[in-house]
DNA sequence: ATAAATATATACCGATCGGTATATTGACAG
DNA sequence: CTGTCAATATACCGATCGGTATATATTTAT
């Protein structure tokens, strides 16, 4: 509880900008939510938009953290990561707060590509589809990236449709893809027929 | 161009509640929009957030016939229309004008559950997921609703990431998947060790 | 103890928000 | 010609938006 005032701020606005949408909340609202006053708000931040890029950053930066200690805690063979990484996603979605990825709703509220809020956003998918990348290559995928922007879809998909409709089963669903697309991509079967059209791998 | 004023009137909201989002349009931008007034539009509709409504539900109907129509018009075979689904989604995705699904980007913007502007964008996948449920019976899929989920995940994620970050190339991985499970999800192939796993139908 | 730095309280700014009141214009029907 | 009705123009409402000015209180360091 030895938070700075300038973290209490960030935090209270994280919640909030989450919880409600960045554009549907404002900064009197994140000041009395911080217990403090938008004066010590605004010696911290330049503006509302500074803040939201702080909020976005911090996001970017705990959520791949925490997403690859939970990943590491539940398997240690890059085959089994690859697949723990969506009953991390299943688990993180269970929970009574999940609202969506912050960073797609960012993404929807400030539509311009050219927009800082936008920009963030799109990097954090890069990084995250890099690290699962990553594991794709220690698995020994014939197409680590294409595998990985294949998975990346599911889990994005996956976020996207149990916002809309809670408790779907969007992740156990993503995950029983993941587990075909994962072999197709390990494994060159002899006599498929999709082997010579879905693998140009484009890195 | 006959257009009645009310038609008028949801057109401009229409365009900029998809362009720049629900709540960055002000009223009174959507009535310059439509070389009109605050006065007619709320003649015409109760509140914002009815004009709101009115947009999402138009905008349902409006997509969904014609994506049924686009895709009828690339395939005759269930089998086929199934993967045309991905290359109208593509070329949906590539006018300079997309920015994303309305509805993803209206659950966004209205997190709350209960919120009528997310029940109805909610409702819209239901219904794009039946559709493609309905393809996946008609090609003899073994598990239909789970395979539709499973293709649903993977058009939006790849709608969500190519809103992130345009050019990507997102739809056509995403049909990529796609054969790979409408392949498994039809053909049980013997020696698969998966086929035991990823199958167990939920209906 | 005192000066300096930090935080609070409060009132205010112009702009915009969603929504309304009122009065005027225009077209069309009897 | 006149009454009706749809549409416009314009000004206004209270509330909230992001952001600031000013003055007071509370810490902290010397």
Redesign the interface.
């Known amino acids: 509880m030895s938070l700075t005032l300038q973290e209490k701020i960030l935090q209270a606005a994280s919640e909030l900008f989450y919880?409600?949408?960045i554009?549907?909340t404002g900064v009197d609202a994140i000041a009395k939510a911080a217990n403090t006053t938008k004066m010590s708000l605004y010696k911290y931040f330049l503006s509302k938009d500074d803040l939201v890029l702080a909020f976005l950053r911090k996001r970017d930066e705990d959520f791949r953290l925490w997403f690859v200690d939970q990943v590491n805690a539940k398997a240690d063979m890059p085959n089994a990561k690859l697949l723990a990484v969506f009953d991390v996603i299943g688990e993180w979605m269970a929970v009574p707060e999940f609202?969506?990825c912050a960073?797609?709703?960012a993404?929807?509220?400030?539509?311009i590509?050219g927009n800082p809020m936008?920009q963030v956003?799109?990097e954090f998918?890069?990084h995250f589809r890099n690290y699962i990348a990553d594991l794709a290559v220690q698995c020994g995928s014939r197409s680590p990236k294409?595998l990985a922007?294949?998975l990346?879809?599911?889990?994005?998909?996956?976020i996207?449709?149990e916002?809309?409709?809670?408790h779907?089963?969007?992740a156990e669903?993503?995950k029983?893809?993941a587990?075909?697309?994962i072999?197709?991509s390990l494994n060159n079967m002899p006599g498929?027929?999709?082997s010579s059209?879905?693998?140009q791998e484009?890195q």
């Open positions: 919880s409600q949408g554009r549907a609202r969506g960073f797609i709703n993404a929807a509220e400030f539509p590509e936008h956003s799109s998918y890069d294409n922007q294949q990346s879809l599911l889990i994005e998909g996956a996207v449709s916002q809309m409709k809670r779907s089963g969007s669903q993503a029983q893809a587990i075909v697309l072999e197709t498929n027929s999709l059209t879905n693998t484009q």
